[in-house]
């Protein structure tokens, strides 16, 4: 098997085909890795798909010389991981240093985020950003729909939606900030 990944990783630097094979047949274990160390059913498919996105990213670097593509993925995987349980654990020491509790959005604070996104200056910044990155923030953060819906809705792998989300809310952090070329 280690030898098919191989090829199949060399395969999907042009064939995206070859990549799904590849997702097809290692997500089951990176899915019950992550189960087993992470509660949070969502979490766990955020860190899956973002692990496998990494790795799609990252496919140009791999190195079938330096190890086995079973080996990369679990690298990448346990990065993810890392990654995840480092943010938690800021949060929660930066809540404990300020006596902070862990904000919960009841209906009457989804409403104002509803009014807050009809503002002008949020208007304007979500027209700024492309349209696939302002649909996806619309429909992840203001329409709060999970990464499994919004997937059911428009056909597009959660990694393809996390991407687009991500990369637009960077874009609104910059232009908030007055950082973003004008």
Avoid: C
């Avoid at 800021?90 to 959005?105: G, H, I, K, P, S």
């Avoid at 992840?140 to 990464?147: F, G, K, M, P, V």
């Avoid at 939606?161 to 637009?168: A, E, F, T, W, Y």
């Amino acid at each position: 098997m280690d030898h098919d990944d191989r090829e199949l990783l060399r395969r999907a630097r042009s064939d995206p085909e070859a990549f799904g094979q590849f997702y097809r047949r290692h997500v089951d274990w990176v899915l019950a890795f992550l189960a087993r160390r992470v509660d949070d059913r969502e979490a766990v498919a955020d860190l899956a798909a973002e692990s496998f996105a990494q790795a799609l990213i990252g496919l140009p670097r791999f190195d079938p010389e330096r190890g086995s593509p079973n080996a990369w993925l679990f690298g990448i995987v346990s990065h993810q991981l890392h990654a995840y349980w480092r943010r938690g654990a800021v949060r929660t020491r930066a809540q404990q240093r300020l006596a902070m509790e862990r904000l919960e959005l009841g209906e009457a604070d989804l409403d104002e985020l509803e009014r807050l996104a009809e503002e002008p200056m949020a208007v304007a910044l979500l027209s700024e950003l492309p349209d696939e990155q302002r649909d996806a923030v619309r429909g992840r953060i203001l329409r709060q729909r999970s990464y499994r819906q919004l997937a059911r809705e428009t056909g597009l792998p959660e990694a393809t939606l996390r991407k687009r989300v991500s990369r637009g809310l960077a874009a609104l952090r910059l232009r908030l900030r007055g950082e973003a070329d004008a």
